[in-house]
C-alpha cells in the first residue's frame, strides 16, 4: 500500500463546477496534510493546510480531514480553467516531522 | 522579492560530469530541503537541513551531497552524473507547521 494515495485523473470538469480531489494516507497518526497545485513545468505552490478534523475553506478551495478513515480532500468551487493543473496531496509523517510524502497528483482539467 | 530561489534554471551535462545546484531563501527559515521530480511527476524528498544540520537523508546514491554553509542557503552536488538523474530538482524550505514553499527547480538532463 502506498502512504499517500491520489487518482492520477485526468479529473475533467466543466467550468463553474465543483472539482472534488480525493486523498487517502496510512499512517493513521499523521497530524499535517496540505494541498499543493502544480502547473505544467512549473514548482508545486502551497494552495491549503490543514491539521484538524472538518472544513476549512479559504476562498473558492474547501480543504476537508477526516482522520478516522484516513481522508482528505480538496473541494474547488466555480472551477476555472486557469484551475487546470496537477494536483498533489502531502502528509507530514508522523515517524520525522519535517518529512512530508506526497502523492502522485491528480490531473484536473476545466474545460470551458 | 522574499523566496526560495534556485540556480540553474537547466541543466544539459554528460555522463560522469559533476555538477552543482545552488538554493536560497530569503524567507527566515530554518529548514530546507531538496526534493527530486522524476519523470512521472513523483515528488520525492531527498535530504533536508535544519539550521545547517542535516535532519533526513533518504535512501540517495551517495554521489549526491548537499552541504549547508548557513541556515538560508541549501546547495546540492553530484557527482559522476548518471542517466537515471536526470529529473527535475526543487529546493524548498518551512519554518511552521512544515507549510513548504518551493524554489523554481533545475531541469537536469544528463546526456
Known amino acids: 500500500q502506498k502512504e499517500v494515495e491520489q487518482n492520477s485523473g485526468p479529473l475533467s470538469v466543466p467550468e463553474g463546477a465543483i472539482a472534488s480531489l480525493n486523498c487517502t494516507y496510512s499512517?493513521?497518526?499523521?497530524?499535517?496534510f496540505f494541498w499543493y497545485r502544480q502547473y505544467s513545468g512549473k514548482s508545486p505552490e502551497l494552495i491549503m493546510s490543514?491539521?484538524?478534523?472538518g472544513d476549512k475553506e479559504d476562498g473558492r478551495f474547501t480543504a476537508q480531514l477526516n482522520k478516522a478513515s484516513q481522508y482528505v480532500s480538496l473541494l474547488i468551487r466555480d472551477s476555472q480553467p486557469s484551475d487546470s493543473a496537477t494536483y498533489l496531496c502531502?502528509?507530514?509523517?508522523?515517524?520525522?516531522?519535517?518529512?512530508?510524502?506526497f502523492g502522485t497528483g491528480t490531473r484536473l482539467q476545466v474545460f470551458p | 522579492d522574499t523566496a526560495v530561489s534556485q540556480t540553474p534554471k537547466y541543466l544539459v551535462t554528460q555522463m560522469g560530469n559533476d555538477k552543482s545546484i545552488k538554493c536560497e531563501q530569503n524567507?527566515?527559515?530554518?529548514?530546507m530541503y531538496w526534493y527530486k521530480q522524476d519523470s512521472k511527476k513523483f515528488l520525492k524528498i531527498m535530504f533536508s537541513?535544519?539550521?545547517?544540520?542535516?535532519?533526513i537523508n533518504e535512501t540517495v546514491p551517495n554521489r549526491f551531497s548537499p552541504k549547508s554553509p548557513d541556515k538560508a542557503h541549501l546547495n546540492l552536488h553530484i557527482n559522476s552524473l548518471e542517466l537515471g538523474d536526470s529529473a527535475v530538482y526543487f529546493c524548498?524550505?518551512?519554518?511552521?507547521?512544515?507549510?513548504?514553499?518551493f524554489g523554481p527547480g533545475t531541469r537536469l538532463t544528463v546526456l
Open positions: 524548498a524550505s518551512s519554518q511552521i507547521n512544515n507549510e513548504q514553499f
Open positions: 499512517d493513521r497518526v499523521s497530524q499535517s
Open positions: 490543514i491539521y484538524s478534523n
Open positions: 502531502a502528509v507530514q509523517a508522523s515517524y520525522n516531522t519535517d518529512k512530508l510524502i
Open positions: 524567507l527566515g527559515h530554518d529548514t
Open positions: 537541513y535544519n539550521n545547517k544540520e542535516l535532519i
